[in-house]
């Protein structure tokens, strides 16, 4: 069984300039969560979607990020403009239902000069 | 909202010892604890969790246990191997807030 997917693994950009992570969950998996990742510590929950519906986003900083779970498989998240503060290792997992055993991508390695 | 306490933040053992680390939670309705194995460059990984309804698991090297009084859950691995070197997560996740949270995490160091 293939494992959640995340593109890019890295990416540069400069500050003021958009960008945008994809993620692929696990086939079946419902729910679907981004994390943000600073370095030396514990995932941060960005955004969790149930299907399509964003059911808690209240850590997403909607003057800049925003997110997307079209048809309630692939989402994107996106950053504009990006701040120097942006750069993190942004995580995406899915679980089969809210509660259940979640397993997270590979990540995106942020950098914003 | 959930707070999770992690310690400690760095251990380091010798390869055959046993390694233990802790964690607190707030919210006494959490109810789900996993605990995830991150590598350098790699995204967390799974590698036991227990729910409320139990107060250990174990799987092979590795066990879980739970103090629901407590507040408490604790990562127990016995004969350490130097690919368990890496950065150990706790988590606890519950119905009244719906996500896990993490705590700060734990490198494990094990020296051959």
């Known amino acids: 069984e293939a494992g959640v997917v995340q593109s890019p693994r890295y990416k540069i950009i400069e500050k003021k300039q958009p960008v945008a992570f994809w993620c692929n969950p696990i086939?079946?998996?419902?729910?679907l969560y981004w994390y943000r990742q600073n370095l030396g510590q514990g995932p941060e929950l960005l955004i969790r979607y149930e299907n399509e519906e964003a059911v808690d986003d209240s850590q997403l900083p909607k003057d800049r990020f925003s997110a997307e779970r079209l048809k309630g498989v692939d989402s994107t998240l996106k950053i504009q403009p990006a701040e120097l503060g942006d750069s993190a290792v942004y995580l995406c997992a899915s679980s089969h239902r809210e509660g259940a055993e979640a397993f997270f991508g590979q990540g995106t390695r942020l950098t914003v000069v | 909202g959930e707070n999770v306490e992690q310690h400690p933040s760095t251990l380091s053992v010798q390869e055959g010892d046993s390694a233990v680390i802790k964690c607190t939670y707030s919210d006494s309705a959490s109810n789900y604890f996993p605990w995830y194995k991150q590598e350098l460059g790699k995204g967390p990984q799974l590698i036991i969790d227990i729910r409320s309804n139990v107060g250990e698991k174990k799987d092979q090297r590795i066990a879980v246990t739970l103090n629901k009084t407590a507040k408490h859950f604790s990562l127990h691995i016995t004969e350490t191997q130097p690919e368990d070197s890496a950065v150990y997560f706790c988590a606890a996740w519950g119905t009244s807030y719906g996500k896990l949270t993490f705590g700060q995490g734990t490198i494990l160091t094990v020296h051959p």
């Open positions: 086939s079946g998996h419902n729910t």
